[in-house]
């Protein structure tokens, strides 16, 4: 049995489910329109690349090198290779960026590096992998640097900067504002000492120099307001047009619906509906002619109260009931 209410929640839900498709095709336009979460430039011999293809930088996809152009798109899996005289610089769309030094070779996603030294300048929570330990900062600016035999060196310039071990061999760590660590292998940090205030000035040099260099991106908060408002549009214009063609097709006739009663059909096969008055006329009529001796002719027992014949024993008694 089907009831009423099932058919709406159907169609709503049809509609709820094509509204969330529709949202995904906005931010799928939103994507293949040049939107892309995070964009590779690079700058040579301290000059920025404009316009053409990218020299000193290798972009791998899925074990094919592609082409480098600037603004490229980059996507999550994908392997940089920089050369000798050559700093890539990641825009993530949220203002977050990673310089890429020369001879450094990483995966983007979350930054793997596999060997080489990235300088990170972000808002909010970012980080940055390697074999054995994470470095994951919120608001700051700091450098990590891999250097053969899995020795990792993690400076902070601003904010503040976590190490977890990524086998979880030892507890994290905390750096501050001009604190720096050494990573060896599995090894947990060694100690804390204080990096050089020449390090410290030099890594806040390089990226205030390199950021300034490139554009930043346009964010994609104000692409993504739009798509999320179109689709909720398109959403609720279905949700209304389906629920005036439901209440089209309703009958005039049809109950109203969320009352909680429904008509119950008589069922063909119960007793009729006794009649009180006509029993008791016909009960006075039997006794009537009992006192006067005569009774009533035997009906047919088969047939039903209100159906059986009242038939007169004698033609005089035919005549008084005329």
Known sequence: MTLPGHRSLTQHGGALSLWLRVGWLVLSCLALSGCSSITLN?????????GGPIPGVEVIRQGVRSPVQDNMGLQPGDEIRT??????????????RVFVQPGTHIRIGSVFVYFGEVLVKVRGYFQVET?????????TQYLV????GDQVRVVVAEGRVGLVSRSRGWNKA????????WLVGLDAPVGFPPATPSEIDDIRRRIQALDALVPQ?????????????????????????????????RSPTDPPRGRGRVPVPQDETSPPVRDPHREDADRSLTDSLRRRGRAPVEQDQTLTPSLRPKLPSTPQDSDRLR
């Open 217 to 249: 991106p346009a964010e994609l908060g104000p692409l993504l307001g739009g798509g999320a408002a179109v689709g909720a549009g398109i959403g609720l214009g279905w949700l209304l047009k389906d629920k005036h063609r439901d209440d089209a097709e």
């Open 174 to 181: 905390i750096l501050g504002v001009g604190q720096g660590a």
């Open 83 to 96: 050369g000798p005289q050559t700093i890539a610089v990641l825009s993530f769309i949220d203002g977050a």
């Open 42 to 50: 690079a700058v040579v011999e301290g000059r920025l690349v404009a």
């Open 131 to 139: 074999r054995y330990a994470t470095a994951g900062s919120e608001g």
């Open 145 to 148: 640097r891999v250097d053969p």
